[in-house]
Each structure stands twice: as structure tokens, then as C-alpha cells.
């Protein structure tokens, strides 16, 4: 599914038989697993209600279970709903007033500014959506803020190339928003300064060692000698750190 | 020192009756938004620490194990 739809669908998987996150970490290592957008965790969110699994939860953009059960036996219902719900994530919540569609697919296209003032607009005229208008534009802003702490999130832990990727798309679109342009301005002048050189330059090499170790797993060729040098060479970064981790996962 | 013993027998009971008991129960509803704050970092999660992070795209959530 992450696979198909890329970065369209979050892909979360639980494991839920008592292993720790490297034993999970290393076992996804292991299948050739990682290296897609989907993301991986051992604490359950949330209780979908049955003992056997695979078992799982579909919840649409705003956060609601629209199905859950037994994956392998839903599987065709799961790649339905997920198709007509990638299709639908850009008009917003069922129950969204229609003044307020402009406002949410606006906010969904990237247009992040945009969507906020058209949702403030429709508030501020009054009227039977003015409720349902300043709600949006709370949670709007609210989601654009968070799109920023993730962003700040990548930078502090070393995903650096991929926080400056983002930030030039974010930058755009929050135009207008000042308290969340200045700290996107913020960001890209820590991205942009000698000190981020080296974690820089590490993450780069990193991004490069880690693909090739999720392409070809465990058995990669001199991929252990690849990380130990980054780990060396650019150590106090958090690439090196990153590249440690993977070397000891690999240990098993 | 009877009170005592009674207490833990009855301990004892409750613990046994909850160790047989599933491990799961209701479950979330169809319909509902459940809410959840992660305590640990979210491998590949960039940065996502709750469910409400996840919003504007269709979430699966896939439970599995690894034995």
C-alpha cells in the first residue's frame, strides 16, 4: 500500500507480540522492508478489538475509523476504501459545509496560507457556517503548525536533506502566515549555516548507504565499511549516530 | 491475620480471572476519532508524535507480530 501510494496514505504497523522497537527494526531490516514511507511502532494507539492478526484499523484524513477487522480477510474492502479515500482527502470531512471546501482544498494542494484565510473569511461574514469556519481555520493552523515542528523534528535528528526538501514547498505555501513564516525562515537559516555543514554533507552520504542497505538488506556488499566511515569520519552528527545504529542493528 | 488471607485469596482470584480473560475487548467503534499521544519516537515517522499528526491522508493501521 505505501509502496502504491506513496506518501498519499500513512502506513502504520503495530507490532503487538511483545518485541521491542530494534527487534522490530531489524526484522523489517531483515524482510527488505523499510525504505518506503511507511512507518513503524510497538505501542498499540488505539484497540481495534480482536485477538487474532494481522488485524487493523482504516481511519479517513480526519482521523475517523471508517473500517477495521481482520486484514487478510478485508484485504479487497481496505484497497477500495483506501482508493476512494486518497481520491476524497482533498474535499475534507464528509459533514464540511460547502463554503468551506475552497478553504480545505486549498490547505490540501499545499496552499497552506490560503486555506487558512479562506476558512478566517468565511468566519468572519457570519452566518451559519461561521462556527464550522473558525473551527477549520483553528485546525488548519494547527496542522500547518505541525507540518513546521516535524520539519524542526528532521533538523534536530539529522534528516536533513529531506527537512530542506520540504521546506522550499512549506515556505511557498505558508506566505501570509507570518508567525509560521518566520519560523520557516528560522529553519532554513540553521539549514543554510556553516554549522549544518557537516551534517550536511554526512547526511548525504547517508541517505545514499541507507537506500542501498533497504535495497539489498542485510547482505549489501561493504555496506558495513560505508556506515563505520560515515560514523567516523563525520562523528557528533546526527547522520553518524544514525549510521552507528543501523551498523549495531545489523549485529543483530 | 484470616482478614488477611481472605484478601489475598481473593487477590489471587481477581488475578487469575483477568489473566483469562481476552486481551482485547471492544475496540474501537467504526465512526469514532480516536486520539493518542505516542511516547516514543515513530520509526520512519519524521517527526509524528500522535495520531492527530496522521490527519489530511487516509491512515492504515495494520497490527502484526513478529513470531
Redesign the interface.
Known sequence: ?SEEYG???????????G?D?A???R??LEKKW?GT???????????????G????????????????GY?TKLHSQ?EE??AA??KA?SKGPKDLPKSLKKAYKAF?KGDLAKGIAEADKVAAKGGDDADAATALAAELR??AS?KV??????VD?G?VV?AGDLLSDLKKGLSGEEALEARVEQLRATLDSPEMKPEMEAAKLFAKAEATLFDKGLKAKGIDRKLAKIAEKYQGTQSAKRAQHLLELMKG | MKILATTSLALGLVLAANAAM?????????????V?Q???P???????KS?????????????????
Open positions: 500500500m506518501d498519499a496514505v500513512n502506513v502504520l504497523f503495530v507490532e503487538v507480540q518485541a522497537d527487534k522490530v527494526e526484522f523489517a523499510l514511507h511507511a512507518m513503524w511502532t510497538t505501542e498499540r494507539p488505539l484497540n481495534v478489538g480482536l485477538r492478526i494481522p488485524n487493523f484499523a482504516l481511519l479517513d484524513s480526519s482521523g475517523e475509523v471508517i473500517l477495521k486484514s481496505i476504501l483506501v479515500e486518497v482527502a490540501h494547527q496542522r505541525g515542528d516535524r520539519i524542526q523534528w528532521m535528528h534528516f529531506e | 481476552p486481551v482485547q475487548s471492544e475496540g474501537v467503534e467504526v465512526g469514532s476519532t480516536p493518542y505516542f511516547r516514543q515513530i520509526l520512519n515517522g519524521m517527526g509524528a495520531l492527530a499528526d496522521l490527519k489530511g491522508k487516509p491512515t492504515l493501521i495494520d497490527f502484526w507480530g513478529t513470531r
